[in-house]
């Protein structure tokens, strides 16, 4: 760093410390955020001036600043906008002060505001992605019950599309309330399963194979007319795998396994004389 330049800095670090009363007020009102999460990076940034670049603790704060923002709404241009304001308030002292050396430090100090601000737009971005990873996540488990419907016996009523993760989160789910509730049948309702191609059925394969290494027996209903001719067309083996046409179906088996027999009542019969006369 040239003589020149080291003078420069020095005195927009002369400058943003002097004026610190006046630039904390104004980029409050241009980048409309809080005092308190200004300040934080206002003294970060004075930080960088006695750790000779060390942008770590100003890059935390940004960090931050950066998660705080993206879960509370707001967006990506209005976050990097808040750091960007902070070059006008600091340019209208520099204009102020009208020194030669106010001004190159200012060329400097506005390269390093623009890279600080491509960190947060980055920063905001990862933030935003793993909120909305974690939400979908929600909506998987959200979207995938496992239900009592009787002793020993728990179903799993699948509705949308069966996708790897979904799949991986009805497993989870099947396996943790098998373990739970010590059941030992569970069904497996499609449904709600729009359409099921090699690999659905492979994804409802896995969970099936993975409920028998816990002991349990499954069985998968809901295999409507277009879907049995789709699983004929395909060559799709359910193997020694239990189907049935509906859950009621399904639970009917699941109990007659369990040695309760279901009786229908016979529906009383009306008769109806009429007389020759």
Known sequence: MTVQADAARRRIEELLRAEEELILPRWRAIAKAPA????????ALLSVFQEGEDLTEVRGALAELSRARARQGHTPSDTARAVFGLKEAVYETVERDGTAEALVGFTWFSRLIDDLGLFTFESYASAREKIILDQAEQLLELSTPVVKLWDGIVAVPLVGTLDSARTQVVMEKLLQTLVDNGAEHAVIDITGVPAVDTQVAQHLLKTVFAARLMGAECV???????????????????????????????????????????SQAERPRIAVRTEHR
């Open 220 to 262: 998968i209903s809901g295999i409507r007319p277009q879907i049995a001719h789709t699983i004929v067309t395909l060559g799709i083996e359910f193997g020694d795998i239990v189907t049935k046409a509906s859950l009621a179906d399904a639970l009917a088996y699941m109990l007659g396994r369990r040695g309760i027999e279901i």
């Open 36 to 43: 308190d999460e200004l300040q934080e990076i206002y003294q």
